[in-house]
């Protein structure tokens, strides 16, 4: 066994969580093709999917020991913006006096969005968005971004300014992005992470993208710290914490 010790300053402990349900999981479940469909571009989260934000919400709150976040970073999609308000924002928002909304209230549109109250940053993190962490890019509508425009105004408190277009460049109907492609990106997402000032951060991102960007690491781990790797896509608002550090290559 070799033991490295790291100064803590050039290391981060970072809260990984996947969103939780959303709409095109309940009809992907039912019919794989519906990942295909337009139906479910960019998907809310389910009454249930919020319902699984704000229990990690209250599971967070009464740990012994309470869980000290810095900072938020989210995928720039509806479900992973949903969930990370669900799981950090405690207070409804109801007037101008309480400072910008985290989120705007929204309506029920049958089997597209759930409604919910308008949501508070009182209490909460700063959040960012960052597009590094989006879900395999590619093919299946679920997983394209709105225009920026859209999403400054449902959460106006959230900071967009590292997402470079209005519209979505990165995602295209007649591509697949490669494993090993969405490994990289992992990967310069986790440098980018090392630049943050902050030394806690949660993550609210995607099951494949969270699955690839972890299989990068731990390799010259201890068997005992490999097997507690995810060798599966988490689960709806699953939550896994890792600390990275940085290391010179020989």
Known sequence: MTLTAVPLQHSKVIYLIRHGQGFHNVAGHKDSSQYLSYDWEDAHLTEYG???????????????????VDLV???????TLETATGVFASEVWTNESQ???????????????????????????????HELCREHLGRHPC??????????HHFPAVDFSLIETEEDELWGPDFREEKDQIKARG???MQWLM???????AVVSHSSF????????????????????????????STHTAAICQFVEQ
């Not at 997983?143 to 400054?152: A, E, G, P, Q």
Request: proline share 10%; aromatic share 8%; hydrophobic share 35%.
């Open 50 to 68: 919020w319902q699984q934000a704000e229990a990690l919400n209250k599971h967070i709150a009464n740990l012994p020991n309470r869980l000290q």
């Open 187 to 189: 990967s310069r997402f």
């Open 210 to 237: 969270l699955f690839f960007t972890m299989a990068n690491f731990g390799l010259h781990a201890s068997t005992a710290v490999q097997v507690q790797t995810p060798s599966v896509p988490p689960f709806s608002c």
């Open 99 to 129: 400072g910008v909304p985290l989120m705007r209230e929204q309506p029920a549109k049958q089997e597209h969005q759930a409604t919910h109250s308008a949501m508070s940053t009182a209490g909460c993190p700063p959040f960012v968005a």
């Open 143 to 152: 997983d394209k971004r709105r225009n920026l425009s859209h999403y400054k």
């Open 73 to 79: 970073v989210s995928s720039p999609l509806t479900r």
């Open 195 to 201: 630049t943050r000032p902050e030394s806690r951060i």
